[in-house]
């Protein structure tokens, strides 16, 4: 088989491509396109590593890597060439067959985790239905409650499905949703008395707790780190009365974190977990994982007509190779530190209006002490001006999400950047 020349993307002069002068007509793009999104007034059109460009040729440093998903930047040399090869040679067939790429990329997902089983779907709320399903079914069939309930976390995300906004426990994602669906409670957050009261409150008649659903790192809530001991404290529990604990490692899992997956920092291991986001490296993939509990869904109990397909499995596949061969986590843990650190140093020069620096690896929050009346959408919005693209997570916390190759002198740039955004916005 042959294949068409690699273009190599950083050959491109930024000119070369950007042909448009006239500004992005919004108003035509909102006639057409239901407005569910709250749109930063900014349309990019090319990307190269950790840059991208809008329609009008104007640079940015991507620190937002669509929403901690492209692990390796833009058309990176290993994903061009993944894409070009899988789609010539077979790119969708259904589960109606066997799929050899998939059966590569689960294996190579638990020859670096913790999983037994990986199911595959296309997104993270997809990968988060399905472990409430399986926990559901392990529920009715193994501990034989009638009506299981599955806890999850103040401030915690798990997408935008029913099922999946609903185990998110933040109100503003539910309003006007309602009747929700049933059988989810919440407890703060890292609290484990919160959890030990939930545990024996619901233990009656047919409702009993049979799952907890949380993350090792909680990403849209806010960027906040799970405790050590109190995620040792819920394996205990869980392991005591035989309930299923399921992280979502759609967002801080695939290396994010500096580790492969969220957990690796608690020390602890789930029965169930979820990945989507960093896994294909914006190509749309989910999945989750199992350990031991490998038949609790039987032929028939759950499915997906994209789910797996050839396409996405080897891309992805290509991309956890590229992990792992260009030692990507190490980059990971030193780039983490050096932007943590330039950002406490930022923080402390700012001290009456920033109140903490957070995170792991290159999943990292700055959070805007209350009083102040800044907001982290006014912050993303001035640092646009500045070239540097940063994404909100809540009203108070600006996060920075960078693809995982990004750079030494991309995160100096970056902190240039938020240092001038600081000084004109408290001018
Ligand atoms: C983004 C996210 C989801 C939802 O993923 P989608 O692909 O948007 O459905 C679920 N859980 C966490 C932790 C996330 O960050």
Known sequence: MSFPTLVEPAEIPPEANSKSSQPFDADNFNEVVMSTYGRFPLALERGSGCRVWDTQGKEYLDFVAGIATCTLGHAHPAMVEAVTKNI????????????PEQGELAKWIIDHSCADRVFFCNSGAEANEAAIKLARKYAHTVLEIANPIILTAHASFHGRTLATITATGQPKYQKNFDPLVPGFHYVPYNDIAAVEAAVTELDEGNYRVGAILIEPLQGEGGVRPGDVTYFQKLRQICD???????????????????????????GVEPD????????????PIGAMMTKKFCDVFQPGDHASTFGGNPFVCGVALSVCQTLEKENILENVQEQGAHLREGLKMIARKYGQHIAEVRGWGLINGMEIKAESPLTAPDFVKAAIDQGLLLVPAGPKVVRFVPPLIVTDTEINQALQAVEKVLAKLTA
Do not use: P
Request: aromatic letters at 12%; a neutral charge; proline letters at 0%.
């Open 88 to 99: 010539q040679k077979l790119h969708h067939v259904s589960n109606l067959y066997y799929i």
């Open 240 to 266: 005591e009365i035989g309930i299923l604990l399921m992280f979502d490692e759609v967002q801080v899992g695939m290396g994010r974190s500096g580790k492969l997956w969220g957990y690796e920092h608690l």
């Open 272 to 283: 169930v977990f979820t990945s989507a986001k960093g896994l294909g490296g914006g190509i």
